[in-house]
Structures are given as structure tokens and as C-alpha cells.
């Protein structure tokens, strides 16, 4: 619900754009010619995103963008041949020098790959150490690659969650609670396109497979404009492009699961190919257990992950790509089995997961003016089934469950990037999105399969939205290093005749002390127009995806943070950021409330209104260069809720509330041949609500009345639970063959056995007193997964 | 083998012990009454216990004391060995009734309820064996009522189902109810005992309603020689609603504390300063008997 009074500050906020706008436009203008371009890897012709360039002579400076597009304007007296270093986290730096530039010139670089591995990049807007952003972490497919994994199955999930300010969740989950937020509000893209469910396995595996991968940044606060939906954190993950000069592959195989993935020129330097696929093997082995135990029966669970991209340079000016993800899991358990007059069959299924396609265009209009346009789809569903079916004699009874929940989206975003000058860039573009939501369609179906009789119920949910969002915003750069970001999104939301229109300013300062020494502050709002709810901690399909409506308006959160960031002479780079959040308009489903009750009033199960703040501070030192590297990390943080129909009203710690978390990542090359990685995390404990007190009171249950125990509960979130702390090793051996370079993985997760809480119940436990006398205790239990686990993996690469 | 054994691994649940210090929780009043209004009001009263606390029901809290009020005067419940009662109380619907508990902590509790009017269903139609679902025979009721218009109503219906064999009655209620019509498949009606449909009238206020429900039951055909069905209609109060429509969906999450998938879960009660149902109600009643000798 948007006031008059938050339209004026909306209106407030234009103009203080506009004002903006015009003064990036009233800066030195476009004056001398441009450098322009894209940087790429030497062997694959993979772009590379955010490489620094800079201008040797000047040390102005600044980078690709996310497609791997950069512009430059030297700005130099004509005939002054200009200097340009790149530089690229793990590959090494280049020169480039360009005489008598008497025109716009477009240049295509080519780093090569260093032998040094950079663990996380502190991001930087000049190379030259210039200017940094508050609140990222980017991180390369080898990166990822290389830390350890549950099962041999590496996880870009499991790697964000040991950077500062990212919660885990329960054990071993993919959830992602970043500074306080919850894990629906991130937004998860994978090559510009979000994915609504990216668990597999209950969570403890994402559906990101590292061989697609080319890269990810996770945006925890200073969010650029172009990115918004979401209140908490920004992950955008870009699929590999595929090699454009010759073919090259990768076969895995790990004690869970195995990996195939080839890419390729289709026509050499000009287009290629990526095609990546992983499957879950669980299914391969239940299967033939459940049969030899019971010949009828049958049970399993598998995922699979599927990812194809396909590009080709048109020319210089233009260049396509199309993305493709496919990913679902699926359990089935059922059995058939013969009568004495007939068969007998059930068969329960469930599958979720999710399907994107993208066709994207990058155009160079000029060597200063970039466009990217993308159309996309994705979409989201859990589909469960229950079949029966029973026959006797010439009679037959059948029916048919179904529990459908979704949702999709078409979506139409062009945006551009104008380089004014090296000191001035400036962006704006359009996301136009048609979302639909079906969060709880039931079908109920019986027959006697001969149309003798049949009855049957359709419980259909389908709402409808459209969501439009205008984004602009530029950078300036100052001689001195400092850079001022200022932006904004107007985002735009209908819904059954329901229209809302939020400002999202952003604002981002840089400021460049000395060539060690930056600070930074920004402001950002984000606004959320769905509500994503149900048990978000278990990462089980449960989640329903629901659209912000009259009575759930969108969420909105504000954030304030700053920060300071040291280089060190020794390569260390230590930063630390405090940030405070404040969220409204939250929803959350209402005590015992279930959307699988199939109301048509669903919206009366959710309590609205709430508000939240988090706050913290975060610690981070960093190694980039030498061995071993690494990072090393401490969050200090503190996240609340507060709902008028939860806890009285009263405000509560959110459930990951963690007070101190410590997280040691390290990769150490022991030869040419062995490389070691480490990963330590510790964390003070997350929060718990137990029933604190029991009463009985009576149930009628037809003839006789019968007493039930009931429980009051503590206040949300009273209870702490133990620290957690973990820590996974893994070795990987590498041997250089003739045609392909093979890896043996020798890894251990949860070294020394740390029994970490994944749920926690009650049970009664017979004990021994005086005398031996036997009494019974009542007792509350931790259950936990992934003792000591050793695993073993093997690749070639080729 | 090999991936049995590490697929063992990876999911091997632990389960230990935690040495958790939960607080005792201050002991409040546990009341309860829920029942027709022209009954002798029997209230229980107890009291809570800790979580800890080993001792199952430990019966009615005898040293409580108790009073309804009605039209301003103050009648003491007496304790009867099992509950509290009222005798004499001759509340009508349209009434307001409270109840005032002093527990033995001194606490003082207290909550109230207004008696609905009567809602008379004017048709309960009953088809047996109308559906047959799973190889299970399902007989239908059809259930038709006026609804009066203005605030929301709410509605509880039950069926009990007496099976009578040979000389000597035997009573088997039906085992499974269920109902495809909109109305009921938007109140998530649960199979839990006490299995009731409760329902308010969101749908359909203030118009003439008409509601197919099935049963099911155990046929003893052999020797049965009469079937008695009894329905009811019963016109309660927004608390019962709440309650009940709660409790249900407690008993559904019960096992949750013992299983480790519970979430905090209170079912919401009428009492100040306590816990539990004070909610009186108005019903109707229809008798179906099959004579099969």
C-alpha cells in the first residue's frame, strides 16, 4: 500500500534523479576517441566479465561489464600513443599499446590463463586499485571447483555460504540467508534469468553444475540498478559461452552423482556450443533393493540438470546466445502386486523443478553506446501425483491425485550502457514481465475406469500479473579515485486490478584515500513483489509462491552500509563493512497455517504488516596472490521480526538470528601435481521455538471422550541452539595425459565428526536411578546429518 | 556395494541427546467446556505442567474454584469428582454466559460466550452406498439449510452412525467422511477424531444451502438388522470455530514434537490468563433408522 506521502517521496526521488542525469550529461562531454571492445580468454574466447582496463599513462581506469564489454575514451593530445594494462582475477595481465589513435577504435583482447588461483575477488572498479563496492563477492567456476563437497559434488551455493554475512540455514541445506534476510528473498539468476527453486536433494545440492559455469557474483548491498525483485541479495551466475576455437570437454564421476559436459566451436571464432548434463543416482540403486525386498515394489529419487548454450558473433557489432536450463527432481515409491482375483497398484510421484530459456543480444551501436536485450522464460513447479488402482474380477476402481504448484514468467528486458568518458557512464533499460502463479490447483478423480461412474473435484488457483520496472543510473569518476553511483528503479506491479509504483533509489560513494587505503557507503531500496513462503529452512518443495496482492502488499527493505578496505604490501586484502537494514511489509504464513488446504481465501492465512531490521559488522581478510590463498572471515549480526498476529506482537529473533560467524576457506598448492583446500565454519547458533509446557485437555471422539496433551510454546525463537562448526577437507591429485588432464578427489566433510543440528524433537528415555529403580526422563533430541563422510571423486578434463 | 555404503553414509541421521535448559514456564489455568447450551454445564479445569514433566493426565483440578455468570448473577460450580458443574443454569441463545476460574495459584481466569441462535436444517437426506471410492462404499448425505444473513455463522456437523446386529446393539461410527463440494473443500476438513464438519458460512451467507457429504462404514451384512444414523447440525460460536478449526490442525502437527518436523503451533482458546474452550452452542438433531428384518 503506497500513501501519498510515499508518492511525494517517489516524486522527490525522480527529480533528484533527473538532476543527476543532467549533471552526468554536463560533465566534459564526449571529447577525444574511444577505446572499445571485449576482453576474452586466449584459449576458449570466453568472455570475461568485470576484467579491469586501465590507462597506464593516466591511471584512469575501468572494467568490462557483465557481458564482457568495455569502452574507454583516453582522453589524450592527439598522437600520444595510449597505454592500456588489463588485468583479470587468475589470468595475467596484458598490455596493450595503440599509436596514433585518430578515431573510435574497437579492439578484441585475449589474457591468458595465469597458474595462480585466485580464491575471491574483492571487487574492484580499477584495477589499479582504485575504488571498490561494498557488498560483493565474485567468484570463478574454478574457484568453486576447487573447495571441498559433499559427495565429491561441488556447490556455488555451499562456497557463498562461507563468505561474510551469508547464513547457511540448517545443516548442510543451500538456503542462503544473507544479512538477516530469509532465502526467498534472493534473487537467483542464472544467465539473467531468476530461478525460483534451485534445491535439489532436500536442499543439500543446488541445481548450479560447476561445469556450466563460468562465473557468479553474489550482491549483498550497493545493488546497481539494472537489478532489483528481490530484498535481500543478488546472485547472478553466467553460464559458460563454450570454447570458439576447439572442442573441449569434461566427464565426472563422484559417489552421488556424475557429470558430462562438452563445448565447442560450431563454426570456428564465429559460434559455439556448451552442453552440460548431471544426474542424481540414488534411483540406480533403490530401485533394484526395493524390487529384491518386494518384488511389486518400486522407489526413488533422482535429479538431473541440464544445460545447453549456444552463441555466434554476427559481426562486430552484434552477437546472440541462447541459454537453456532444465532441471527437475523426482521421488517415486509405489508398488503393484497380484490378488487372488486381481492387482492391486499405488503410485505416489513428486517432482518439482524448473525450466528456462533466454535469447539474448548484445549490439554495439557506437564504441560508447552497449545494448543488451534479452527475452526470456522460466518457470517453476511441483507436480504431485497419486494413482491407485484396484481390480477385482471385472471391477476396476481408480483414482487420481494431483497437487499442482507453480509459476512462470515471459519477460522482455533491453537495457543500454553509454560511456560518455572514462570518468562518466551512464545505463538505463526496461524489464517488462508477465507472471503467472498457481499455488495450489488440486485434482481429485475416481472412476471405475468403464464411465459406469466417476466423480471427481478441481480446485484451480491461477492469478495473473504484470510487473513493469524502468531502471537508469550512472557513474562518475572523480580524478582522484572517487567514484559516486547514483540510481533507481521504478517498479511497477498489477494485480487484479490492484497497481502499485515503488521507487528504488540506490546510491553508492567510493572514495579513494591513498593506493591501499578506500571506503565506501551506499544506500539502497529494494522492493519484493511475490512472497515466497513455507518451511524455506528444509528446501523440500514446499514452498509457495505467492504474488504481493491488496491485502499482502509488496515487501520493501532500506539499507545503509560502509565500509573500509586495506591492501596490504604482503597481498592481503582486508575489508570490513557494517550495514543496517530495515524491512515492511513482510508476510509470513500465520501459525499452523497450510496453503494445502486449498482455500480460496488464502490470503487470510498470512500475517502481513511485519517489520524487520538486521544488523552487523563484516570482517574479511583476504589472500589472492602466493600460497596457500584463501580468505578468512568473522560476521558479527543481529536480524528481527515483528508481526502483530506472531508472538503477541511481540518483536522476535529471526530463526537464523546467528550472533558470530567465522569462516576460513584456504587452497594450498602442495606441487605441480596435489593441491589441498580447506573449509572451517563456525557459527554461534541459530534460533529455536520448543513447547515449554503441556496441558491435557478433552477430545469427544464419538462414545468416549479422550484427553489430549497440548503444548504452549516459548516466545518465537527463545532458544538457542549449540555452536555450529564444521570442517571439510579435500585433496586433488592431477595427472597431465597425453589427451586429457585427469583429477583424482580424495575429500572428508566434517572432519572430526561435529554432530551439527539439522531438527530437533522430543523423546522419552528409560533411565536408571538409586536402587535401580527405572524411571522415564523426557528428553529433547538433536538429529544431524553428514558424520565423518569420506568421498571420493574422478574427472578428466579434454 | 561401494555406493550402498556410501550412500548409508551420507544419510545417517545421529541422533543425541541435547542438554537444554528450558525455563519454567509460569502455570497457568487449563478450562474447558464445550457443549449444548440446555445441557448441565460441566466444566474442566486443570492446570499446566511443565514439558519435562513425566506425569501424563493427571484428571480435574479439584481444588479450583468456579463461577458462571449469567443476567449478573454468580453461580458456584461444584466439583462432582470428574468436573465442574452448574446446576440450575437456564441460559437461552442470544445469551451471554461467562465463566470465572480461581485456580489454586490464585490466578484468576476468565472467559465468555454467546449463545447462537438455532439453525434448523430443514432436509438430511441420506443415499447409501452412493459412492464407491477405493473399494470403499460411501453413503451420501445431503445436508440443506437456511442460513441467516448479516455477521458470519458458523456451523458444526456430525453424523453417528450405529450399526445393530442380532439382540444386542453394536455401535460402529463410520470410519471416513469426506466431501467434494466447494464449501467443505475450502474448510480442509481433517480425518481426525472428533470427525466433524465445521464450517462457516463465507460462502454462502445469508442464502439457502444445500451440501453433499459421503461417509463411509463397515458393513456387517449377515447378521445386521438395523442402522441408525443420527446427524446433527449444531450452531456454534466464532470461538468453537477457532478452536476447533486450531485444534485439528494441532493434532495434525502433534506428532511433530516427537518427530522433529513440528513448528510452534498454539491453538487458539477463548480464556484470559489461560488455556482451553468456554463455548456454549445451539444443535439440531435428525434420525435415520434402516430396519433390515
Known amino acids: 500500500m503506497i500513501s501519498d506521502k510515499k508518492n511525494r517521496y517517489s516524486v522527490s526521488h525522480n527529480l533528484i534523479l533527473l538532476v543527476f542525469i543532467i549533471a552526468l550529461l554536463m560533465q566534459k562531454g564526449v571529447t577525444g576517441q574511444a577505446i572499445s571492445g571485449f576482453v576474452s580468454d586466449s584459449k576458449s574466447g570466453e568472455r570475461l566479465l568485470y576484467a579491469g582496463i586501465y590507462l597506464a599513462n593516466t591511471a584512469k581506469g575501468t572494467s568490462t561489464n557483465g557481458y564482457g564489454f568495455f569502452s574507454i575514451t583516453p582522453g589524450l593530445p592527439q598522437g600520444d600513443p595510449v597505454v592500456l594494462v588489463i588485468t583479470y582475477v587468475g589470468y595475467l595481465s596484458d598490455t596493450l599499446m595503440l599509436n596514433n589513435l585518430m578515431k573510435d577504435t574497437l579492439v578484441n583482447i585475449r589474457l591468458k590463463a595465469g597458474l595462480e588461483l585466485r580464491p575471491v575477488e574483492i571487487i574492484s572498479g580499477n584495477s589499479s586499485g582504485g575504488t571498490s563496492s561494498p557488498g560483493m563477492h565474485r567468484l570463478t567456476a574454478q574457484v568453486i571447483k576447487s573447495l571441498p563437497a559433499l559427495g565429491g559434488e561441488t556447490d556455488l551455493i555451499k562456497v557463498y555460504q562461507l563468505t561474510p554475512g551469508v547464513q547457511q540455514g540448517h545443516e548442510g541445506t543451500s538456503g542462503l540467508h544473507v544479512r538477516g534476510g530469509s532465502p526467498d528473498q534472493n534473487l537467483i539468476m542464472l544467465d539473467d534469468v531468476p530461478l525460483y527453486n534451485i534445491n535439489h536433494l532436500g536442499g543439500f545440492i543446488s541445481a548450479f553444475n560447476t561445469d556450466a559455469i563460468k562465473s557468479s557474483t553474489l550482491i549483498k548491498g550497493g545493488f546497481p540498478a539494472r537489478f532489483g525483485g528481490r530484498l535481500s541479495s543478488v546472485l547472478d551466475v553466467s553460464m559458460a559461452d563454450g570454447n570458439l576455437s576447439k572442442t573441449s570437454g569434461n566427464l565426472s564421476l563422484g559417489i552421488i552423482s556424475a557429470r558430462f559436459s562438452l563445448n565447442g566451436p560450431i563454426r570456428k571464432n564465429e559460434s559455439s556450443y556448451l552442453i552440460s548434463f548431471r544426474r542424481f543416482y540414488f534411483d540406480l540403486i533403490a530401485k533394484p533393493l526395493a524390487q529384491r525386498a518386494n518384488s511389486g515394489s518400486t522407489v526413488g529419487y533422482n535429479f538431473y540438470d541440464l544445460n545447453i548454450k549456444l552463441s555466434r558473433i554476427i559481426n562486430t557489432n552484434n552477437r546472440v546466445y541462447f541459454s537453456l536450463y532444465n532441471g527437475d527432481d523426482k521421488t517415486l515409491a509405489g508398488f503393484r502386486e497380484k490378488t487372488d482375483d486381481g492387482t492391486d497398484f499405488y503410485m505416489q510421484t513428486n517432482r518439482w523443478g524448473n525450466t528456462m530459456a533466454a535469447l539474448r543480444w548484445n549490439h554495439l551501436f557506437s564504441s560508447r553506446l552497449f545494448s543488451n536485450t534479452i527475452l526470456h522464460f522460466t518457470r517453476y513447479r511441483v507436480n504431485n501425483q497419486l494413482e491407485s488402482e484396484t481390480s477385482n474380477g471385472n471391477n476396476k476402481y481408480i483414482t487420481e491425485n494431483q497437487l499442482l504448484s507453480g509459476i512462470g514468467e515471459i519477460s522482455l528486458k533491453p537495457g543500454t550502457e553509454y560511456y560518455i568518458n572514462p570518468e562518466t557512464r551512464i545505463y538505463s533499460g526496461i524489464q ?30 491461477l492469478m495473473q500479473a504484470f510487473e513493469g520496472i524502468i531502471y537508469f543510473g550512472g557513474k562518475i569518476t572523480r580524478p582522484a579515485g572517487h567514484t559516486l553511483e547514483l540510481g533507481g528503479r521504478i517498479n511497477t506491479f498489477t494485480i487484479n486490478n490492484r497497481f502499485y509504483i515503488i521507487p528504488e533509489p540506490r546510491i553508492k560513494a567510493n572514495f579513494h584515500h591513498n593506493k591501499n587505503l578506500n571506503s565506501f557507503v551506499s544506500f539502497d531500496q529494494m522492493s519484493q513483489n511475490m512472497h515466497i513462503t513455507g518451511n524455506n529452512s528444509i528446501g523440500m518443495p514446499v514452498e509457495y509462491l505467492l504474488p504481493a496482492t491488496k491485502s499482502i502488499p509488496p515487501s520493501l527493505m532500506k539499507q545503509l552500509s560502509a565500509g573500509l578496505e586495506y591492501r596490504s604490501g604482503n597481498g592481503i586484502i582486508y575489508t570490513s563493512e557494517l550495514y543496517y537494514k530495515h524491512f515492511s511489509q513482510l508476510a509470513m504464513l500465520k501459525d499452523g497455517a497450510s496453503l494445502w488446504e486449498g482455500r480460496e481465501n488464502w490470503e487470510a492465512l498470512f500475517a ?22 584463501g580468505w578468512i572471515s568473522y560476521t558479527l549480526a543481529r536480524s528481527e521480526r515483528k508481526f502483530d498476529e506472531i508472538n503477541n506482537g511481540l518483536i522476535f529473533p529471526d530463526q537464523f538470528d546467528v550472533r558470530h560467524c567465522i569462516n576460513i576457506a584456504m587452497m594450498l598448492k602442495i606441487d605441480e601435481d596435489a593441491d589441498l583446500s580447506l573449509a572451517w565454519v563456525f557459527n554461534s547458533g541459530y ?43 579435500s585433496f586433488n591429485f592431477h595427472k597431465q595425459k597425453k589427451r586429457y588432464l585427469r583429477t583424482f578427489t580424495l575429500g572428508i566433510i566434517n572432519l572430526y565428526n561435529q554432530r551439527n543440528p539439522n531438527a530437533f524433537y522430543f523423546t522419552e528415555i528409560e533411565n536408571f536411578g538409586p536402587n535401580n529403580t527405572r524411571y522415564k526422563r523426557i528428553t529433547l533430541m538433536q538429529r544431524s546429518f553428514f558424520p565423518f563422510m569420506p568421498n571420493v571423486g574422478w574427472s578428466i578434463r579434454f | 556395494m561401494f555406493f550402498l555404503s556410501a550412500f548409508v553414509l551420507l544419510f545417517t541421521a545421529c541422533e543425541t541427546p541435547v542438554d537444554m535448559d528450558i525455563p519454567r514456564a509460569e502455570t497457568i489455568t487449563v478450562a474447558f467446556a464445550s457443549q449444548s447450551y440446555n445441557d448441565t454445564l460441566q466444566v474442566y479445569i486443570a492446570r499446566t505442567q511443565h514439558i519435562y514433566d513425566t506425569t501424563r493426565y493427571r484428571g480435574c483440578d479439584s481444588t479450583a474454584e468456579a463461577f458462571v455468570i449469567h443476567n449478573g448473577t454468580q453461580v458456584p460450580l461444584r466439583y462432582n469428582g470428574n468436573r465442574f458443574v452448574a446446576e440450575g443454569l ?14 489454586a495459584e490464585g490466578g484468576h481466569t476468565i472467559a465468555q460466550t454467546l449463545i447462537p441462535e438455532s439453525t434448523i436444517a430443514h432436509s438430511i437426506e441420506i443415499t447409501p452406498s452412493a459412492l464407491l471410492i477405493e473399494d470403499v462404499y460411501y453413503s451420501k448425505v445431503q445436508l440443506s439449510f437456511d442460513d441467516p444473513s448479516g455477521e458470519t455463522n458458523y456451523y458444526e456437523f456430525s453424523l453417528t452412525v450405529t450399526q445393530i446386529k442380532d439382540d444386542s446393539a453394536s455401535s460402529f461410527g463410520y470410519h471416513y467422511f469426506r466431501s467434494f463440494d466447494p464449501i467443505m473443500v475450502n474448510e480442509d476438513i481433517m480425518q481426525y477424531e472428533p470427525i466433524t464438519m465445521l464450517f462457516s458460512d463465507a460462502m454462502f451467507n445469508g442464502s439457502q444451502v444445500s451440501i453433499p457429504m459421503y461417509y463411509s462404514l463397515f458393513f456387517i451384512t449377515e447378521t445386521l438388522q438395523k442402522v441408525i444414523v443420527v446427524s446433527e447440525l449444531r450452531s456454534v460460536t466464532r470461538e468453537h470455530y477457532n478452536y476447533f478449526k486450531s485444534l485439528y490442525k494441532f493434532m495434525y502437527n502433534e506428532s511433530g514434537i516427537w518427530s522433529g518436523m513440528t513448528l510452534p503451533f498454539s491453538v487458539n482458546g477463548n480464556i484470559e490468563n489461560g488455556a482451553g474452550l468456554f463455548s456454549l452452542f445451539t444443535s439440531t438433531r435428525d434420525t435415520v433408522v434402516y430396519d433390515f428384518r
Open chain 1, 608 to 629: 502481513g504488516n511485519g517489520k524487520g531490521r538486521a544488523y552487523g559488522a563484516e570482517f574479511m581478510a583476504t589472500r589472492n596472490e602466493g600460497n596457500p590463498t
Open chain 1, 687 to 729: 534460533r529455536l521455538t520448543l513447547p515449554v509446557s503441556k496441558y491435557y485437555v478433552p477430545v469427544e471422539a464419538g462414545d468416549y471422550t479422550h484427553m489430549n496433551e497440548m503444548y504452549i510454546y516459548s516466545r518465537r525463537n527463545e532458544f538457542k541452539t549449540k555452536p555450529y562448526h564444521r570442517l571439510d577437507i
Open chain 1, 432 to 461: 517488462l514481465t508477465y507472471r503467472y502463479f498457481r499455488p495450489n490447483n488440486y485434482t481429485y478423480y475416481v472412476s471405475d475406469g468403464n464411465q459406469q461412474f466417476q466423480s471427481g473435484h478441481n480446485h484451480k488457483m
Open chain 2, 90 to 103: 437456564s441460559a437461552q441463545p442470544g445469551d451471554t454466559v461467562a465463566l470465572q476460574v480461581i485456580g
